[in-house]
């Protein structure tokens, strides 16, 4: 088994209209900078749903929202019809009483209607608290739902199908005159129609005008990772700061009104602030893909896709594997997708070598020019990104330079010197968890930077201009037994480069003393396009396949080969034929790993990968 690695650095790269990178170090004491840009933030209207009105005096009939119907028809709502529903949303919400004291919550996914709600809300003042739907859907108890909606005790539930969330709404004990839906309402539940179309009240837009920047906008869930979700509170000056921050990367603003076609869930902060409120920003238009980056839930991203052709593309390294896969199988397709595209960015995990040389491989073959793929690096406390890179690089793996209006401050990890613990203080940053205040306290350090828990190197330590790389969060690292740090993310990095594209995925696990494995799943797909032989074999099969264990473990004595230190070896690798659970929430909404829930949930799968002597399956080289 061998994959090629194109060549492809002669090819120009495509415009994107970005700056060059800037950033301004600053040492303050020993192992302690701080890095800014040298561009300004400038003064915007602190709140982004300002921005419709804009548009619509521009060109009021103009696409906004897209969807499908029922039937799979595209149906659309020009920014007329948007400002037009968004204020009557906003003068109903304030005639039944909603406030800053008495929120509203929103349980289900994406959907004209849910855009709709949310923008009237913020018009109105209301903060709105975003539920992953996850916690209402995927089986099993409903405690993350009832800890979640009891913080925020909203005044009004929003879901788009009455009847498919009606066990949710039942556990929640929430009644049917405070229930909001589109499908299927039950007896005296509030109809979304209704709303939409009422007359806007007399004295909304003064109201609206009086409202504090400081007052909160939304209430989004951590994704408890590391831990159970907190309420970050997202105040109007966060968000509107958050957006002018991505887009003072570029030059100039776009011609055209840009296209996007989105998944990303809007309870997280990229889909939530970041793409909806560039829609806001831009005058754009967007078409809401009910699509995922999950086996089975794919093909609906590209049917979107070879009907939709978006100026810029988001996915996370999971659906841009899916989607070079759709695009090296097919030019047409390829042509399309690239025909109006100015830029990829990506972010929730690290993007293999591999899959980026694959996906400009297609991309300079298409088009003749490599397309900038950029990295979005944030936090749930930022309202956005606080990190991006934002210039054409083919070095994979760099997360860039603060935007514009953050600040960093490194601090210099002592166990490993080239290494720095990364903190952010700026207009984009909250200020407090929601019912939190002792954790609120803690989130930030003296100077008042939030802890983000995250680990960078430089790119190149004598040119900082170069960037920032991700080293991995410290929650994840653990301590072998003779006291040596494992950096986890660095080295699942390496194992999963080492044996691409064999690995989909992996997590680093330890037995407590000096032994090091990874519990990883086979790329099926990727497995076969490599040895036909392997067609029409499950992951079952693979997990034992003679051929497939004798290739990983000489992958894994080459990864091991040099390496000096237990903390830079694999010495015990298994394969695991179950997917990652999300009711167990070892993936997240946006289809990345929670490695602790992984580990927690599969202690026998981590159990065995130690025991003695070596189960039959489990591939150990012990160097």
């Known amino acids: 088994m061998s994959s090629a690695i194109s060549n492809f650095a002669s090819f120009p790269f495509r415009e994107a209209g970005f700056r060059q990178p800037s950033v301004e170090v600053q040492i303050r004491a020993a192992g302690d900078l701080r890095l800014k840009s040298a561009y300004t933030l400038p003064d915007r209207p602190g709140c982004t749903v300002d921005w419709l009105a804009h548009w619509v005096e521009r060109d009021p009939n103009h696409a906004m929202l897209v969807e499908r119907d029922a039937d799979g028809e595209w ?14 949303v906003a003068s109903t919400l304030l005639q039944l009483g ?21 923008w009237g809300a913020l018009y109105a003042g209301v903060p709105v608290a975003l539920v992953s739907p996850a916690y209402a859907l995927i089986g099993g ?5 009832q800890r979640a909606v009891a913080l925020v005790a909203p005044l009004i539930v929003f879901v788009q199908d009455a009847m498919r969330f009606e066990g949710a709404l039942q556990a929640l004990g929430i009644p049917a005159e405070r229930t909001l839906t589109v499908r299927n309402p039950a007896p005296g539940m509030m109809r979304f129609a209704d709303w939409a179309h009422c007359e806007p009240a007399p ?12 007052a909160a906008a939304k209430f ?69 893909d009910e699509g995922k980056p999950l086996p089975g839930r794919f093909d609906a991203t590209l049917k979107n896709l070879r009907e939709v052709a978006p100026t810029l593309y988001f996915n996370v390294p999971a659906g841009l594997g899916m989607l070079v896969e759709a695009l090296e199988r097919d030019d047409a397709f390829a042509a399309h997708f690239f025909s109006k595209l100015t830029y990829v960015y990506y972010g929730g995990a690290v993007l293999s070598r591999e899959l980026y040389d694959r996906f400009q ?22 309202a956005g990104p606080a990190v991006t890179q934002y210039w054409a690089v083919d070095d994979v793996g760099c997360i860039g330079l603060p935007v514009p209006g953050v600040e960093l401050r490194l601090i210099q990890d002592r166990a490993s010197p080239d290494r720095y613990e990364m903190r952010v203080r700026g207009p984009n940053v909250m200020r407090e968890y929601l019912g939190a205040s002792a954790e609120s306290r803690n989130a930030f350090d003296e100077e008042g930077y939030y802890l983000l828990g995250d680990a960078v190197r430089f790119v190149d330590p004598a040119h900082p201009e170069a960037g920032l790389r991700f080293a991995g969060r410290f929650a994840e690292d653990f301590k072998l037994g003779s006291g040596t740090w494992v950096r986890t993310a660095a080295l699942r990095s390496r194992l999963l480069d080492g044996c691409t594209p064999l690995l989909k995925d992996a997590v680093i696990a330890h037995d407590g003393g000096e032994k090091v494995g990874a519990l990883a799943w086979v790329d099926v797909a990727q497995c076969v396009r490599l040895d036909p032989s392997l067609e029409g074999l499950s992951a079952q099969q693979l997990q034992a396949h003679p051929m497939l264990l004798a290739e990983l473990h000489a992958r894994l004595a080459r990864f091991n080969a040099g390496q000096k230190g237990a903390s830079m070896r694999i010495e015990r690798l298994a394969l695991l034929a179950e997917p990652p659970s ?18 927690e949930r599969r202690v026998g799968d981590v159990r065995a990968l130690f025991t003695e002597p070596c189960p039959h399956g489990v591939i150990a080289h012990c160097p």
């Open 75 to 88: 149906q659309s709502l020009s920014r007329q019809q948007v400002w037009r529903a968004v204020r009557s």
């Open 98 to 118: 909603a406030s800053q004291e008495r929120p509203v919550a929103v349980l289900s996914e994406n959907s004209t209607e849910q855009a709709l709600f949310t």
């Open 141 to 145: 108890g409903y405690e993350r739902l």
């Open 203 to 214: 004295g909304l837009d003064t109201h609206h005008a009086a409202l504090s920047g400081s």
């Open 220 to 288: 989004m869930f951590t994704s408890g990772s590391t831990g159970i979700p907190k309420a970050v509170v997202l105040t109007r000056n966060m968000m509107a700061a958050a957006q002018e921050m991505t887009a003072q990367v570029f030059k100039k603003e776009p011609a055209t009104s840009p296209v996007y076609l989105e998944w990303l869930p809007w309870h997280h902060v990229m889909g939530g602030n970041i793409v909806m409120n560039r829609v806001l920003r831009f005058g754009g238009t967007l078409y809401i």
């Open 361 to 382: 491989a297609v991309s300079t073959r298409i088009t003749g020019e490599r397309v900038v793929l950029t990295s979005v690096f944030g936090a749930t406390e930022t």
């Open 582 to 599: 999300m009711q167990a929430y070892e993936v997240t909404d946006k289809g990345n790993l929670n490695q602790r829930a992984v580990l």
